[in-house]
């Protein structure tokens, strides 16, 4: 037919696309849908399609008065001004008039509770001039209590299957509608009870955004049927009482404990606790089918949509867990992500979420993005804080359909519902749902938001709740009996008064440490030691594994000398072993005990100083190989080394959230790229700072005010070597400023997170491997070395690897005679060698240098024992590269005061602004004067 034709290519694409289109519908087909519909709108409905997909020639027609056309022959008209006359000269035909609605109708939506819009747009006319049924039709479709967005998708089947869902919509059942009534009821009962009872506390309550709770619902009663087993939720502080109780049987017994001061865990779990505003909870969910959902919602900071990364990297986790554990693929874990309105279009980590959910190192096969828009911030109105016409507009950018929703509507709710899980199951990708509600009190229940906003809350004050509509509507059709209401109710109140009494008497279940955490605990007070050798034979196996190349395979001729051979030799001879052999050793060692390694960062796969090279290219074909996954034969466990996305803040979230879910992944998050092992690894040492509310509010804080456990460990390169402020210092006095350690008693395992600055890499090595050995997980913020890389110095013996070794956290000084020792410089890190190298060039003998590998958990009788060697030393010092008011100097100093009792002195650079100087010869004259202050006894 082509061949005989003289159709365009570009007509013979569309024919096929067509034909695909028919062909992959099938059941759901709109024409077969319509035939379907209620006889009241077929004809109308079946107009739309029929004359919308009948003509290829109509869908090519191009148009020459200067606006643009899309790819599928749609009018795109560039000006939001009103519709001009060529516009309406241009919709003449039915399937034209189609397109238009289809392109515009979300402009005239109405589904603000305020009204409908007033802004004009290119329909404008169209709809005061033109009068028909099919108009009627859709106007009712498409400028009704649901607004869709879905033409900037450059996908025609894509946009056939979200028309032919708003065409042709199920309807909420008359259970359905009986059910979140009386979940509703609950929810505005318990804010009423709350705000009486806690008067004084501030309440955060969903009054006036009920559907938010709504959508929920009827989300996991949908969840069965459309292949979702499990639920992972983010949500900020309005309305999340409410959801907890009311949906995810959070105790109320619970809940009144936490209100009376009390702490909302078990006895035998140590936590300082949160906030109401932050309570999470984890939770089997009996739908009316029968199924189970299971439900998680995770605890938040009050960094609005810093949790929405958290949720992405937890479902992330969940996939993989499913896929190794070779359960039923056909169900799919989902990311259901509740925003507020201001904080999506102003938080930047918003977009960083979005890229990633297109890359294959971060997808989570689609998540739901709900919006809980109040259409007010704290105090700011819409026209302040969003310069888009929808609040879910940025979603556009990423191809992502968006559907506006009256949150006075309950059909409008249910509608977008199932629209929302049937796309993500069909399509696998995001969607965005903006919920359009108000809210009844200020930010707060004593917030007066009449300050700033007194003409929207003269409307707010005439408002109906949505549960008073539904109520309403249950009685009218004879679902509910007359006083249903006030049933409910005061079957309610009772329930939340027996629960309030007895609260006191109530002891909260433990929450943490089982299904996939039994066997973690709490760490203890004291610091322990574990074998974190590996049999040296299989260690020399990995090591010429981690070089071998399937036949054929092309690598660069440089990678030959400075990688592949001198793997060999080092094996070969057990010496000279370097940082990025030591990691890869304790890669392919976790590998063989059964642990997978996620390693996550900007570059990681080669590393920023092409110093790893966990993944070689073909220079041929350009495909990657990682010779770690190809260890063993019927090798189950795998290295991912995820090149990341240019992101901080959102791509630390996500590993910090992934290592949430399971402690038997090793994940790291190198500064190099800014994440690692759950490895995350920033780019430079400096490039953590976009993340520091991830690092403040999760990885430093989150098991004491939650028991929630991370063992991600983050690799910050970090080193002065003249380069000057930026990329220099990982800013240690920052990492130990978090640590919960004690400046007046000895630490223990128990210490929030761990912080190193490292030597060699045999204790890289076994660094590594004790993350995944103790029966604990804790994060590691590790100074990874830039300089050290490719040091001869810097490097290991096969022997410092093997059974019966372990991590030292302190090293002392073996070459040292203790009899002619007068000074001890106590340092950390590659500043150690600077100091080594000028002992020796001053041929001094009365100086030992003692490293602290680990400077939290603070290592005191460690340090303790080394000093004991030199009793007739006299000067101690504590030397490093960075300036005085940064660095260690004033973490280590008032500990080895207090708790060993020796003033230290300090040698170092002085007090600066930036961490470093820009003016190369500055930078010579201050190492030099770093040396000559550690060595002023000579």
Same mark, same amino acid.
């Given at each position: 037919?082509?061949?005989?034709?003289?159709?365009?290519?570009?007509?013979?694409?569309?024919?096929?696309?067509?034909?695909?289109?028919?062909?992959?519908?099938?059941?759901?087909?709109?024409?077969?849908?319509?035939?379907?519909?209620?006889?009241?709108?077929?004809?109308?409905?079946?107009?739309?399609?029929?004359?919308?997909?009948?003509?290829?020639?109509?869908?090519?027609?191009?148009?020459?008065?200067?606006?643009?056309?899309?790819?599928?022959?749609?009018?795109?008209?560039?000006?939001?001004?009103?519709?001009?006359?060529?516009?309406?000269?241009?919709?003449?035909?039915?399937?034209?008039?189609?397109?238009?609605?289809?392109?515009?109708?979300?402009?005239?939506?109405?589904?603000?509770?305020?009204?409908?819009?007033?802004?004009?747009?290119?329909?404008? +006319? =169209?709809?005061?001039? #033109?009068?028909? &049924?099919?108009?009627?039709? !859709?106007? @009712?479709?498409?400028?009704?209590?649901?607004? %869709?967005?879905?033409?900037?998708?450059?996908?025609?089947?894509?946009?056939?299957?979200?028309?032919?869902?708003?065409?042709?919509?199920? +309807? =909420?059942?008359?259970? #359905?509608?009986? &059910?979140?009534?009386?979940? !509703?009821? @609950?929810?505005?009962?318990?804010?009423?009870? %709350?705000?009486?009872?806690?008067?004084?506390?501030?309440?955060?309550?969903?009054?006036?955004?009920?559907?938010?709770?709504?959508?929920?619902?009827?989300?996991?009663?949908?969840?069965?049927?459309?292949?979702?087993?499990?639920?992972?939720?983010?949500?900020?502080?309005?309305?999340?009482i409410s959801l907890l109780t009311e949906l995810l049987q959070l105790p109320y017994e619970r809940l009144f404990k936490k209100y009376n001061g009390q702490s909302?865990?078990?006895?035998?779990?140590?936590?300082?606790?949160?906030?109401?505003?932050?309570?999470?909870?984890?939770?089997?969910?009996?739908?009316?089918?029968?199924?189970?959902?299971?439900?998680?919602?995770?605890?938040?900071?009050?960094?609005?949509?810093?949790?929405?990364?958290?949720?992405?990297?937890?479902?992330?986790?969940?996939?993989?867990?499913?896929?190794?554990?070779?359960?039923?693929?056909?169900?799919?874990?989902?990311?259901?992500?509740?925003?507020?309105?201001?904080?999506?279009?102003?938080?930047?980590?918003?977009?960083?979420?979005?890229?990633?959910?297109?890359?294959?190192?971060?997808?989570?096969?689609?998540?739901?993005?709900?919006?809980?828009?109040?259409?007010?911030?704290?105090?700011?109105?819409?026209?302040?804080?969003?310069?888009?016409?929808?609040?879910?507009?940025?979603?556009?950018m990423y191809d992502v359909p968006v559907l506006s929703v009256n949150g006075l509507d309950i059909h409008a709710v249910h509608k977008a519902v199932n629209m929302?899980?049937?796309?993500?199951?069909?399509?696998?990708?995001?969607?965005?749902?903006?919920?359009?509600?108000?809210?009844?009190?200020?930010?707060?229940?004593?917030?007066?938001?009449?300050?700033?906003?007194?003409?929207?809350?003269?409307?707010?004050?005439?408002?109906?709740?949505?549960?008073?509509?539904?109520?309403?509507?249950?009685?009218?059709?004879?679902?509910?009996?007359?006083?249903?209401?006030?049933?409910?109710?005061?079957?309610?109140?009772?329930?939340?008064?027996?629960?309030?009494?007895?609260?006191?008497?109530?002891?909260?279940?433990?929450?943490?440490?089982?299904?996939?955490?039994?066997?973690?605990?709490?760490?203890?007070?004291?610091?322990?030691?574990?074998?974190?050798?590996?049999?040296?034979?299989?260690?020399?196996?990995?090591?010429?594994?981690?070089?071998?190349?399937?036949?054929?395979?092309?690598?660069?001729?440089?990678?030959?000398?400075?990688?592949?051979?001198?793997?060999?030799?080092?094996?070969?001879?057990?010496?000279?072993?370097?940082?990025?052999?030591?990691?890869?050793?304790?890669?392919?060692?976790?590998?063989?005990?059964?642990?997978?390694?996620?390693?996550?960062?900007?570059?990681?796969?080669?590393?920023?100083?092409?110093?790893?090279?966990?993944?070689?290219?073909?220079?041929?074909?350009?495909?990657?190989?990682?010779?770690?996954?190809?260890?063993?034969?019927?090798?189950?466990?795998?290295?991912?080394?995820?090149?990341?996305?240019?992101?901080?803040?959102?791509?630390?979230?996500?590993?910090?959230?992934?290592?949430?879910?399971?402690?038997?992944s090793l994940v790291f998050n190198p500064a190099q790229v800014t994440i690692q092992f759950r490895l995350w690894e920033a780019q430079f040492g400096d490039f953590?700072?976009?993340?520091?509310?991830?690092?403040?509010?999760?990885?430093?804080?989150?098991?004491?005010?939650?028991?929630?456990?991370?063992?991600?460990?983050?690799?910050?390169?970090?080193?002065?070597?003249?380069?000057?402020?930026?990329?220099?210092?990982?800013?240690?006095?920052?990492?130990?400023?978090?640590?919960?350690?004690?400046?007046?008693?000895?630490?223990?395992?128990?210490?929030?997170?761990?912080?190193?600055?490292?030597?060699?890499?045999?204790?890289?090595?076994?660094?590594?491997?004790?993350?995944?050995?103790?029966?604990?997980?804790?994060?590691?913020?590790?100074?990874?070395?830039?300089?050290?890389?490719?040091?001869?110095?810097?490097?290991?013996?096969?022997?410092?690897?093997?059974?019966?070794?372990?991590?030292?956290?302190?090293?002392?000084?073996?070459?040292?005679?203790?009899?002619?020792?007068?000074?001890?410089?106590?340092?950390?890190?590659?500043?150690?060698?600077?100091?080594?190298?000028?002992?020796?060039?001053?041929?001094?003998?009365?100086?030992?240098?003692?490293?602290?590998?680990?400077?939290?958990?603070?290592?005191?009788?460690?340090?303790?024992?080394?000093?004991?060697?030199?009793?007739?030393?006299?000067?101690?010092?504590?030397?490093?590269?960075?300036?005085?008011?940064?660095?260690?100097?004033?973490?280590?100093?008032?500990?080895?005061?207090?708790?060993?009792?020796?003033?230290?002195?300090?040698?170092?650079?002085?007090?600066?602004?930036?961490?470093?100087?820009?003016?190369?010869?500055?930078?010579?004259?201050?190492?030099?004067?770093?040396?000559?202050?550690?060595?002023?006894?000579?």
């Amino acid at each position: 037919y082509f061949i005989q034709s003289n159709l365009s290519s570009h007509q013979h694409e569309l024919v096929l696309v067509m034909l695909r289109h028919i062909n992959k519908l099938g059941d759901r087909c709109l024409l077969q849908n319509i035939a379907r519909a209620p006889s009241s709108s077929a004809r109308a409905a079946q107009h739309i399609t029929a004359r919308a997909i009948s003509s290829s020639e109509s869908l090519l027609r191009k148009t020459g008065d200067g606006n643009s056309s899309g790819g599928d022959g749609v009018r795109r008209v560039t000006s939001d001004a009103a519709a001009s006359p060529a516009i309406n000269e241009f919709v003449k035909s039915d399937d034209e008039l189609v397109r238009a609605y289809r392109q515009w109708g979300y402009r005239h939506a109405t589904t603000s509770p305020f009204g409908p819009p007033t802004l004009p747009s290119p329909l404008s +006319d =169209i709809r005061r001039s #033109q009068s028909s &049924d099919l108009k009627d039709e !859709l106007e @009712r479709v498409y400028c009704g209590s649901v607004g %869709l967005q879905f033409t900037h998708i450059p996908d025609t089947e894509k946009q056939v299957f979200l028309s032919n869902m708003m065409e042709n919509p199920e +309807d =909420i059942s008359h259970t #359905q509608l009986v &059910d979140v009534t009386k979940t !509703l009821l @609950r929810c505005e009962n318990l804010d009423k009870f %709350l705000n009486n009872k806690y008067s004084n506390l501030k309440q955060y309550g969903g009054e006036g955004a009920e559907a938010t709770v709504a959508f929920c619902q009827l989300l996991f009663e949908m969840c069965p049927s459309n292949q979702v087993d499990d639920v992972v939720i983010a949500i900020a502080h309005r309305g999340r009482i409410s959801l907890l109780t009311e949906l995810l049987q959070l105790p109320y017994e619970r809940l009144f404990k936490k209100y009376n001061g009390q702490s909302e865990f078990h006895p035998d779990e140590k936590s300082i606790g949160d906030v109401l505003s932050h309570l999470w909870q984890s939770v089997d969910l009996m739908q009316p089918d029968g199924e189970s959902v299971h439900v998680t919602l995770l605890p938040n900071p009050s960094h609005l949509e810093v949790a929405n990364s958290v949720a992405l990297g937890k479902v992330r986790a969940k996939h993989r867990h499913k896929q190794r554990s070779q359960q039923d693929s056909s169900s799919s874990p989902l990311a259901l992500l509740i925003h507020g309105d201001a904080a999506f279009t102003g938080q930047g980590v918003s977009l960083e979420n979005a890229q990633m959910s297109k890359l294959p190192g971060y997808s989570t096969k689609g998540s739901i993005h709900l919006i809980t828009n109040n259409l007010i911030g704290f105090t700011a109105e819409t026209s302040s804080q969003n310069s888009t016409f929808t609040a879910g507009d940025i979603g556009k950018m990423y191809d992502v359909p968006v559907l506006s929703v009256n949150g006075l509507d309950i059909h409008a709710v249910h509608k977008a519902v199932n629209m929302a899980i049937q796309w993500r199951e069909r399509y696998e990708e995001d969607i965005i749902v903006d919920l359009q509600c108000y809210r009844l009190y200020g930010h707060n229940q004593h917030d007066e938001p009449r300050f700033t906003n007194p003409l929207m809350y003269n409307l707010v004050d005439k408002m109906e709740p949505l549960q008073e509509t539904m109520c309403r509507e249950a009685v009218g059709r004879g679902l509910v009996e007359e006083g249903y209401k006030e049933s409910v109710l005061q079957e309610h109140t009772t329930e939340l008064n027996a629960a309030y009494k007895s609260c006191a008497d109530f002891t909260p279940p433990k929450m943490c440490f089982s299904g996939l955490w039994s066997g973690i605990e709490q760490a203890g007070a004291h610091l322990t030691t574990w074998d974190t050798g590996y049999d040296l034979s299989d260690l020399r196996y990995l090591g010429l594994k981690s070089v071998e190349l399937p036949p054929g395979f092309t690598h660069h001729p440089t990678l030959n000398r400075a990688h592949l051979a001198k793997r060999e030799k080092m094996v070969a001879s057990g010496e000279g072993i370097d940082w990025a052999m030591g990691e890869a050793l304790a890669f392919g060692s976790l590998l063989m005990q059964g642990y997978d390694v996620r390693l996550s960062g900007e570059d990681v796969s080669r590393g920023t100083f092409s110093n790893r090279h966990v993944t070689l290219y073909d220079q041929e074909t350009g495909e990657g190989y990682t010779p770690l996954n190809h260890v063993l034969s019927d090798q189950k466990n795998r290295v991912e080394a995820i090149d990341s996305l240019l992101s901080e803040e959102g791509v630390v979230g996500f590993e910090y959230g992934y290592s949430l879910e399971s402690p038997r992944s090793l994940v790291f998050n190198p500064a190099q790229v800014t994440i690692q092992f759950r490895l995350w690894e920033a780019q430079f040492g400096d490039f953590f700072n976009p993340a520091q509310v991830m690092y403040d509010q999760f990885v430093a804080s989150g098991e004491a005010k939650w028991i929630l456990q991370s063992g991600l460990v983050s690799l910050l390169p970090h080193g002065y070597d003249g380069n000057g402020p930026d990329h220099t210092s990982a800013r240690p006095e920052r990492w130990l400023q978090l640590c919960d350690s004690s400046e007046c008693s000895p630490d223990g395992d128990n210490t929030n997170i761990q912080v190193a600055n490292l030597t060699t890499p045999a204790q890289y090595f076994h660094l590594l491997r004790r993350q995944m050995v103790r029966p604990f997980r804790k994060p590691v913020i590790l100074m990874a070395p830039k300089g050290l890389l490719r040091s001869p110095e810097a490097v290991s013996n096969i022997r410092d690897f093997g059974p019966g070794t372990t991590f030292r956290r302190v090293i002392g000084d073996e070459s040292a005679d203790p009899t002619s020792i007068k000074r001890v410089l106590l340092c950390s890190g590659k500043h150690y060698y600077a100091l080594k190298n000028k002992r020796t060039q001053l041929e001094d003998k009365s100086t030992a240098i003692i490293r602290i590998e680990e400077l939290c958990p603070f290592p005191a009788a460690e340090i303790q024992a080394e000093l004991n060697r030199y009793p007739q030393c006299t000067e101690f010092y504590w030397a490093q590269e960075e300036s005085r008011n940064g660095g260690a100097w004033s973490f280590v100093s008032p500990r080895v005061k207090n708790i060993l009792g020796i003033e230290l002195k300090y040698a170092g650079r002085k007090e600066c602004a930036a961490v470093a100087v820009g003016i190369a010869e500055l930078h010579q004259e201050e190492v030099k004067d770093i040396l000559n202050q550690a060595f002023s006894h000579i």
